[in-house]
């Protein structure tokens, strides 16, 4: 690719998150959990800790919190996470200010889940395997890592994401280094718009 046009490309895949919160450009604002982690959280209540990237404003971690289980949401943009502490506590949760790549020391290993819920999506493709490296780096051996993975953004033809697409067997391949499959199924229930678009995974952290 010439220079110019992949300056283009890196420039669209860097976004500003604090930007667009600020203008309130947020379409994957939806003002409540996701439908599908709720549903999961009935059938199967998490125990231990659990970590949440990317939270956004933190309707997924109050959703897990008030499961009565210790929940750490972080996000990169400031105001994300000052929206997330504007919210009355429902149990153990905690919002960070930080980068997903660049996690503190003390995370590692730390935690016995991770949720994951258009985060994936929101990094660009070429950052794909770092993500899986630093999701699995705060799992203990053996936890489990449960994905809401959003396959097929609703974007017009040439449109650049976030959020950006991805496929089934890409998912395999990037995260079969650190996980195995213990599931897999399309949620049964979503925001409206994201029907049939959506791949629900729970992945479990191989030991070595
Ligand atoms: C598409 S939004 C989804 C937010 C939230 N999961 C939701 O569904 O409401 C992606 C989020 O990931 C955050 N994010 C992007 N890159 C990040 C990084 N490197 N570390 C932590 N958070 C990041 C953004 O600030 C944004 O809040």
Request: hydrophobic share 40%.
């Given at each position: ?8 490309v ?44 990317g ?46 790549f ?79 499959t ?7 229930t979503t ?12 992945l479990?952290?191989?030991?070595s």
């Amino acid at each position: 690719m010439e220079r110019g046009a992949r300056d283009d490309v890196e420039t669209a895949m860097n976004t500003d998150w604090e930007q667009r919160y600020r203008t309130g450009d947020m379409p994957w604002e939806k003002g409540a959990a996701h439908p599908a982690i709720v549903e999961f959280l009935q059938r199967e209540p998490m125990r231990g800790r659990v970590f949440v990237p990317g939270c956004g404003t933190g309707h997924d971690v109050r959703a897990i919190a008030a499961t009565a289980v210790e929940v750490v949401g972080l996000d990169i943009a400031p105001s994300a996470i000052t929206a997330a502490k504007s919210q009355p506590l429902v149990g153990g949760e905690r919002y960070l200010l930080g980068d997903l790549f660049a996690l503190p020391a003390e995370m590692r290993g730390a935690f016995d889940w991770v949720v994951e819920h258009t985060c994936f999506c929101a990094i660009p493709p070429t950052m794909r395997a770092d993500y899986v490296r630093a999701v699995a780096s705060v799992l203990k051996p053996g936890g489990r890592l449960f994905a809401v993975f959003y396959m097929t953004p609703d974007m017009e033809s040439g449109e650049q994401g976030p959020p950006f697409g991805t496929n089934a067997p890409e998912l395999d391949k990037f995260f079969a280094p650190y996980f195995t499959t213990e599931k897999k199924w399309v949620p049964a229930t979503t925001y409206a718009g994201r029907e049939k678009r959506e791949l629900c995974r729970v992945l479990v952290r191989r030991s070595s």
